[in-house]
């Protein structure tokens, strides 16, 4: 399939590029700097992301551009359109003051296939500390802003004939970001127009094309799949379901710390989906290791150790009990692309970021399989739809591994893990019920909500003629589009006021309710 190769140099906004690519139709894969594929005869293009640094660090990342210019088209952003300015014999020098916000296209050329279909004065979004003063000998400036003079450039020696092969462009400015108001449209005229893209990359495509690589890979084997009853999970257990059938077994365990009446809502949304489902209800086993414990840490920690003992349990025994006609072979795992990513530091340093079920013995000798390693979040909704799946399971809000124990401050008891159940049931079927002007659920408006307990505190209250002395919780909600970063959400006043009396008048131990109005950064979504 057609690709698009995003070489990151340690932006934070690298994915970004990467699901606005996806959202032309277009395959791309996100490499470090330093990792570009050569004779990969499905690229198309080469996209050079922005970075932390400036191109005369010292740490600064600078690979050997040789196998990529004049072999592809590539578009610079930022960063990457200094570096290039730099490799050519440009000049990058510290802006009088960071360039930094909204700037408009006072110039653009207009003949430019670049900027097809630009509206005058375009909006565009500007954040770096240096700037190009001179562009290389060669190339051509296409467009300006009232204090970027190469807001934009061309090689017009290389681009002679406007080549798809060997062109090479560079913007200043993000176009990835939102604020730049027609940032997508110059994404599209460079992956589709001047990259040639096909737009083959689509949910149905993907399902179908999947499903196939899934029924050759796996082959007569079974495969064992940790379920969470969030979205990544189920829609890997539906698409391999509808590859192998009743050959996968999905397990899914109940640490106790679910929010209300979920461990039984979620079993049956998969009985209904036709999932074969083994449920464990381990939650003693998880109060018992649990109590005592404050520090959020060892919290976390203790749960995954408890997690991953359950599981093998049950993965043992599903192992065991398979002939050797249809031997389980395989662990299959909700593993979404951002998890794989190999993100930079500003150290240079390459993390890679994998998350697993984890710790399962090696004698077991299972193999991973990940049928949504490819994808971004908003895509795995749209290949649950394609998939036929209800909408409360595709819309459903990102939970904590550790669930409400993250959510509670203070030891963990099931006596306070009732009472957040209890004032969280309130909340989310609250934002659920809530109608916006456009008719959506507040629910819907909201990347991530939830309750905390704030259960080392206790406040003073009335309630009747009655002094009480008892917890409060804290409201939060926010919104995003990948985690990274955060807005508190803007819930409407009467939502509020009507959601704290709910839960006053009805979760006992319970008499003050607070909204959280922190953003990411400085604060984290959850508390703990």
């Not at 290389?158 to 176009?175: E, G, I, K, M, Y």
Request: aromatic share 10%.
């Amino acid at each position: 399939m057609q690709k698009i190769i995003i070489l990151d140099f340690g932006s934070q906004t690298t994915q970004l590029i990467g699901r606005r690519v996806r959202e032309l139709d277009t395959f791309c894969e996100i490499l470090p700097y330093n990792k570009f594929p050569q004779g990969d005869p499905d690229i198309i293009g080469v996209i050079l992301s922005g970075s932390p640094f400036s191109v005369y660090d010292p740490e600064a990342f600078k690979p050997d551009l040789t196998p990529i210019i004049g072999n592809y088209p590539v578009l610079g952003i930022c960063y990457g359109a200094q570096l290039m300015a730099q490799t050519f014999g440009g000049k990058v020098e510290p802006a009088a003051s960071r360039e930094y916000g909204r700037a408009n296209l006072e110039w653009f050329d207009r003949s430019n296939p670049l900027f097809k279909g630009f509206d005058e004065n375009s909006q565009v979004w500007m954040s770096h500390g240096d700037t190009i003063t001179a562009i290389p000998d060669g190339f051509q400036c296409i467009a300006s802003t009232a204090s970027v003079k190469y807001a934009a450039y061309y090689s017009s020696t290389l681009n002679a004939d406007l080549s798809t092969r060997n062109s090479l462009w560079a913007v200043q400015f993000h176009p990835e970001v939102f604020h730049s108001l027609q940032g997508t449209q110059l994404l599209r005229n460079f992956v589709v127009d001047i990259c040639g893209s096909r737009q083959e990359w689509s949910a149905a495509n993907f399902v179908e094309t999947t499903v196939a690589e899934l029924r050759q890979q796996i082959g007569t084997d079974s495969v064992i799949l940790g379920l969470s009853g969030g979205v990544d999970s189920s829609v890997a257990a539906v698409l391999l379901h509808r590859a192998i059938g009743d050959r996968l077994t999905c397990i899914f365990v109940d640490h106790g710390m679910l929010r209300k009446n979920e461990f039984q809502q979620v079993l049956e949304d998969y009985k209904v989906l036709g999932l074969n489902v083994v449920g464990v209800d381990a939650s003693e086993r998880f109060f018992t290791d649990l109590a005592g414990v404050t520090d959020p840490e060892q919290k976390r920690k203790i749960i995954g150790r408890d997690f991953i003992e359950v599981f093998n349990e049950e993965a043992r025994k599903i192992v065991n009990s398979k002939s050797s006609d249809g031997k389980c072979r395989w662990l299959a795992q909700g593993t979404i692309y951002p998890d794989r990513i190999e993100s930079l530091n500003i150290t240079g340093k390459v993390i890679k970021s994998h998350h697993n079920v984890g710790g399962l013995p090696e004698e077991m000798n299972l193999q991973l399989c990940e049928p949504l390693k490819w994808l971004f979040k908003d895509e795995v909704r749209r290949v649950g739809r394609q998939l036929g799946m209800s909408e409360h399971l595709i819309t459903r809000h990102p939970f904590p591994g550790p669930g409400l124990a993250v959510r509670i401050l203070g030891d963990i008891t099931p006596e306070r893990v009732r009472v957040l159940q209890e004032a969280d049931d309130i909340y989310i079927r609250a934002l659920r019920a809530y109608r916006c002007e456009d008719g959506e659920s507040l629910y819907n408006k909201v990347w991530q909500a939830g309750v905390v307990l704030l259960a080392p505190v206790r406040s003073v209250g009335v309630m009747g003629d009655e002094r009480t002395y008892e917890h409060p919780v804290a409201l939060r909600a926010v919104t995003s589009t990948d985690a990274m970063t955060a807005d508190w959400a803007h819930l409407p006043y009467d939502f509020l006021a009507n959601v704290s009396n709910d839960i006053i008048n009805h979760v006992r131990g319970v008499n003050r309710v607070c909204y959280d109005i922190s953003s990411k950064p400085p604060a984290t979504i959850e508390w703990e």
